[in-house]
């Protein structure tokens, strides 16, 4: 990080010039904004600017006094982050230059495990202990473990430590009842206990880990089956284990419509004493046919069979004419202006993170021209929203960024209203309460125009 007032650069995390002993600009653990020095918080999204381990990865006092007296089972998903090569850098690097690098390490750790939920339970040397579902339990636990490990492995690969101090990790995830018990120590020797085997596997599944490589269990792969991309490692002997444990290594995010269908790979059956809230769904989508816009909201805890109905539902549309469209929020994504749409843009104009800009803009126009009529900016709006640089290729926008967001956002309800008046469209948004405010502002927008 560079100081405003002398121009010396900084390591990363590092709140005082070292040189002139000047307060440095923070960055938004959430969602990246470069806030004043002194600013309590982020002027991007407003999340606190308490230091990662106030913030994220250490509980209140108070519900450390709640655990402490009560062993709990539960489910949790178990992350062991390792440091690859740390003693061969402990004999050529000066001990107090080590410890430095060791810090900014642990940093840039915690900090993408702060932005996951996750909660870092130990230090141990160069590993890290993370616990996903932990103290507050997640359905989204294992999904955002197996996001902050390859994140972690991209993070920390790309820390400039200088010329001869590149950083590489290995990360071995599992999931698995466990019992959570007392929380031993203090300061930074505090630790809460966890019993069960799941920890060991973690750590064991590291210990096979290629560098910057996750590897996660059968049960984990299992959770988030869908969701990623994977290469089978088969069967491997784990030290301590009796039986050989199946294991993956995660190459990638998958599709989003993987997502959905991981979830519908793992619906219990038939569903069961849910007739009138399928019956709404069928009435509402009788009259949506008819023309009348409809808006229904299925609310409820987590756990109780959202998806399950819902999937039940959709499972009951005619195969045509109709067009189904799924937008979903994520935890992981709503600091992400525009996330979901910009993800539905991406999957329906067939656009990877490979192509180049010249195959991007070709695939951009291809799906405009299906969509119908377009304005002469249209796709200039779209190539900005997916961050699709104009070049050579069109002329970018002139407007104002105000300016610029309300005509994307009118335009994307525009397009959708459009294509209602081809064939019946159902739209499905998952994980409503995730959606960062731009998309809110869209749906909003959409409900109005329905109207």
Not at 129 to 156: C, M, N, Q, W
Not at 175 to 195: I, K, N, Q
Not at 215 to 228: A, K, Q
Request: aromatic share 6%; glycine share 8%.
């Amino acid at each position: 990080m560079k100081c405003p007032n002398c121009s010396a650069v900084n390591l990363q995390g590092q709140r005082v010039c070292q040189q002139c002993a000047s307060p440095l600009p923070q960055e938004c653990n959430f969602c990246g904004f470069v806030c004043d020095p002194g600013a309590r918080f982020c002027g991007g999204c407003g999340t606190s600017l308490k230091p990662p381990t106030e913030n994220h990865n250490s509980p209140t006092d108070t519900t450390i006094a709640q655990l402490a007296g009560a062993a709990e089972r539960r489910h949790l998903t178990v992350m062991f982050c390792d440091l690859v090569g740390s003693t061969d850098m402990s004999v050529r690097i000066d001990p107090e230059y080590l410890n430095d690098i060791f810090r900014q390490y642990q940093l840039a750790c915690e900090q993408v495990v702060g932005r996951y939920n996750g909660y870092v339970a130990r230090y141990s040397g160069d590993g890290l202990l993370v616990y996903f579902g932990y103290p507050k339990a997640t359905e989204h636990g294992a999904e955002s473990a197996v996001r902050a490990g390859l994140e972690i492995v991209d993070t920390v690969r790309r820390l400039r430590l200088g010329p001869q101090y590149a950083l590489h990790t290995r990360i071995g995830i599992a999931s698995g009842e466990v019992v959570v018990g007392d929380v031993v120590g203090d300061g930074p020797s505090r630790e809460t206990t966890v019993v069960g085997v799941t920890p060991n596997q973690a750590a064991r599944l590291q210990e096979i880990c290629a560098p910057d490589t996750v590897v996660i269990s059968g049960h984990t792969h299992d959770l988030v089956r869908g969701l990623f991309d994977y290469s089978d490692l088969g069967y491997s002997h784990l030290k301590g284990f009796d039986k050989p444990v199946h294991a993956y290594a995660v190459i990638g995010e998958s599709t989003v419509e993987s997502r959905f269908e991981a979830a519908r790979i793992r619906l219990p059956g038939p569903l069961l004493g849910r007739e009138q809230e399928q019956q709404t769904l069928q009435e509402s989508w009788l009259q949506a046919r008819t023309g009348q816009r409809q808006v229904v909201m299925i609310c409820g805890e987590e756990g109780i069979g959202k998806s399950h109905l819902l999937e039940n539902f959709l499972d009951s549309l005619p195969p045509t004419p109709v067009e189904v469209m799924r937008l979903y929020g994520a935890p992981h994504a709503r600091g992400n202006v525009l996330h979901p749409i910009i993800s539905h843009w991406q999957r329906q104009s067939g656009i990877e993170i490979s192509d180049s800009t010249r195959v991007k803009i070709d695939k951009l126009q291809k799906r405009l021209a299906q969509l119908g009529p377009s304005e002469p900016d249209d796709l200039a709006l779209i190539a900005a929203l997916l961050s699709i640089p104009a070049g050579e290729h069109f002329a970018g926008t002139s407007l104002s960024p105000a300016a610029q967001k309300t005509r994307t956002l009118n335009l994307l309800v525009s397009q959708f209203t459009r294509r209602c008046l081809d064939l019946p469209v159902v739209l499905v948004i998952e994980d409503l309460h995730w959606l960062d405010a731009s998309s809110l502002e869209f749906l909003n927008l959409l409900i109005e125009e329905s109207r």
